[in-house]
């Protein structure tokens, strides 16, 4: 409570995924060898076991474990061939990626990029020109990645228009109901479309985030304070994080909460805020399912 540090997190998994699963067509611990031993074949940089589920409160839950491929300094381009690669596999296994875009690649990019059963997407770009902005723009716009658990996006820097609506576009997709996969969502940039991020923030897809972060130095808290207090409410909310939200208090974040508790929404939340929070705030969450903290840890995917 209040300023208080802490490393662990309370376990609290036990969530519902809106669409059922497929059961792979080999055995994980097979698909995990497989895929182990082509990594070389793919030229990533490093790679990791992520399992299905973790110990850490609020993490994804995803279908099955999974290789998590990580590459630095790429193109639009070369992501997009390395994605290709792993959708084209024979044995089917899923996958996600974590990648740092640097450079430009081919000036043109296919309309469609299929990246079924990728799961975790990891996405940063620093200080990229414009011809790279207009590469990655065309990339998440060309993305059909319907299998997505988790995607993290982090954009240096002042952000375009037009990149940030390929960012929503992608966490935004035209599924039919009850088929949305992605629970866990976390984005630092500046929201040059202030109505991209309202409108990402209510609609159907976002409605099935149980992690939530945001991490931007503009102002969209009145944004983010109507996405909690009306509409649909984020109702499967179970994790929040805010930071640097211009002029958000931890008294305005609380009363917020407690309106979307008194509509209905009432399930257990844990929030956490960059600022510190004075002991009034945290006995007015006294029986309240609201757990308000100061962010000390940034959730991780990948």
């Not at 031993?37 to 589920?53: D, H, K, R, V």
């Not at 491929?69 to 296994?93: C, H, M, W, Y």
């Not at 309309?111 to 990229?128: E, G």
């Not at 202030?194 to 130095?217: C, D, F, H, I």
Request: hydrophobic letters at 35%.
């Amino acid at each position: 409570m209040g300023n208080r540090k802490s490393n662990k997190r309370e376990t609290m998994t036990n969530y519902d995924m809106s669409k059922p699963w497929t059961k792979p067509r080999q055995s994980e611990s097979h698909r995990l060898r497989e895929r182990t031993a082509m990594q070389s074949a793919y030229s990533f940089q490093s790679y990791g076991i992520e399992p299905a589920t973790s110990s850490i409160a609020f993490s994804p839950i995803y279908p099955a474990a999974f290789v998590n491929f990580t590459t630095q300094s790429v193109s639009p381009e070369k992501l997009r061939n390395k994605i290709s690669e792993l959708r084209d596999d024979e044995d089917g296994a899923y996958y996600g990626i974590v990648a740092t875009v640097t450079k430009p690649g081919a000036t043109t990019m296919p309309a469609t990029v299929h990246a079924q059963r990728l799961l975790s997407f990891v996405l940063h770009a620093d200080k990229i020109d414009e011809a790279t902005r207009l590469q990655m723009a065309a990339l998440l716009n060309a993305m059909q990645a319907r299998d997505l658990v988790s995607v993290e996006i982090s954009l240096a820097g002042r952000s375009i228009g037009y990149i940030e609506s390929a960012v929503f576009r992608l966490l935004n997709p035209k599924l039919p109901v009850g088929s949305h996969t992605l629970t866990h969502v976390s984005l630092c940039m500046s929201f040059a479309s202030k109505k991209g991020l309202r409108t990402y923030l209510t609609s159907m897809s976002a409605s099935y985030l149980v992690s939530l972060e945001l991490q931007t130095n503009v102002d969209v808290k009145p944004i983010v304070l109507e996405a909690l207090s009306s509409g649909h409410m984020l109702p499967r909310l179970q994790y929040l994080c805010l930071r640097k939200i211009k002029g958000l208090t931890p008294r305005e974040l609380l009363d917020a909460l407690r309106l979307r508790h008194d509509n209905g929404r009432t399930n257990p939340l844990h929030a956490e805020i960059d600022k510190d929070i004075d002991d009034d705030i945290c006995k007015d969450t006294r029986g309240l399912p609201i757990k308000l903290e100061k962010a000390c840890i940034r959730m991780k995917f990948h």
